[in-house]
Each structure stands twice: as structure tokens, then as C-alpha cells.
């Protein structure tokens, strides 16, 4: 069974960094692209990036651009999404998911909410 | 980018009703556009792919059509599970961009 489970919920100070991990399995890890979709209080699903865990092939939406890094431990089957420095802007539910043949989303995690608050 | 705008924004449907929600995209997607459907405080869970291909699971009253930029869901009876936010998401150029949602009540 495909699942994706994703770190849990944190609290930050601006400026802080911070790194949410998303483990996959039941599948071969490598093989399919990994996407992050961000979702701020209210909001809708705002398409952030994604990486090809085979090789670390990386592409990041302009809005995002420079702001986040996207990573991959294949030896954990893990994706990562970081954050330098984070702003209270940052603050919304971050979601992984792993893409499929045609680029659909066909499993997602669970989420992780991130709150930036000083 | 490629911008998807999504209509309605919300729509009231009563148990039975056949509901459509339509997704325009700024260009051409071929047939790479996907539907997801989000109740509150879950994850989406994908519906429909390719434009027209029904994911595993779901129930044959949610169908999807169209081509280009041109799109559309449609659940032919609806049912008080449907209660959820919709969006399509184009997968044919990075970015893959969302609609906005279509709230269904």
C-alpha cells in the first residue's frame, strides 16, 4: 500500500528555519516525481515544486522560487522541504504527494501545518 | 504560468441534483488536467485524471470532459458526501498550476 506520512505540526519564530519531512513507501521510492503543495489558513492549493528522487531533479514554481529547498534522502525513501528564514506569510498546511504517469496526484500525505508567529 | 479559473466559486446542490463546474485554462493543456476533491481539514484525494479517466475508487457518478482548455466535472447525482471543495490542476507545464476551488454545499 502507497502511503506518504508527513511530519508533525510546528511553531516557529520569523527568521527561524526549518526542515518537514515526508516518508514514502510502498512503492519504489525513486521512481516517481514527489510534488509539495502549500494551502494557507482559508485558502485553496498552490502548486510549490517537485523532485525526482532518482536524481534530485528539481523543478520550483517562480512564486516560490528562492524561498524553499526541496531534497531527498533515498536511503530514508524521505522528501524534504526547507526553509532558511521563515516569515509569518509562511505560516499554512504543506502537503507532499507523488505524482503519477500523466502528473496527477494520486496519494497525498497528511499535511503538516506550520505556524510562523513571534 | 498557466492560470485555471474555476466557476463557480460555490454552488448549492440538493441530494440528486446534477452538478457541473467547469475549468478554463490560459492555454492548451492537451488532456493533462486533473480534478481533486478536499472535504475540510483532509487532504485531497484525486478524482479524476486525464481529463476523463475515473481514479480508482471513485464512484461512477463523478465523470470529467473536455480537451485544450476547456474542462469539466460533473457529478450526475449528487450525494450528501459530496460536501467538499473541488479543483482542477493542470499537469502539462510546470508550474502545475490549480484552480481556485468550487465550494459544493
Partial sequence: EVQLVQSGADVKKPGQSLKISCKASGYS??????????????????WMGMILPRDSDTRVSPSFEGQVTLSVDTSLTTAHL???SLKASDTAT????????RGELDYWG????????S | DIQMTQSPSSLSASVGDRVTITCRASQGVSNYLNWYQQR???????????AFTLHGGVPSRFSGGGSGASFTLTISSVQPEDSATYYCQQSHTPPHTFGQGTKVE
Fill in chain 1, 94 to 101: 504543506y502537503f507532499c504527494a507523488r505524482h503519477s504517469t
Fill in chain 1, 110 to 117: 497528511q499535511g503538516t501545518r506550520i505556524t510562523v508567529s
Fill in chain 1, 82 to 84: 526547507e526553509w532558511r
Fill in chain 2, 40 to 50: 475540510p481539514g483532509k487532504a485531497p484525494k484525486l478524482l479524476i485524471y486525464a
Fill in chain 1, 29 to 46: 521510492f525513486t521512481s516517481n516525481w514527489i510534488a509539495w503543495v502549500r494551502q494557507m489558513p482559508g485558502g485553496g492549493l498552490e
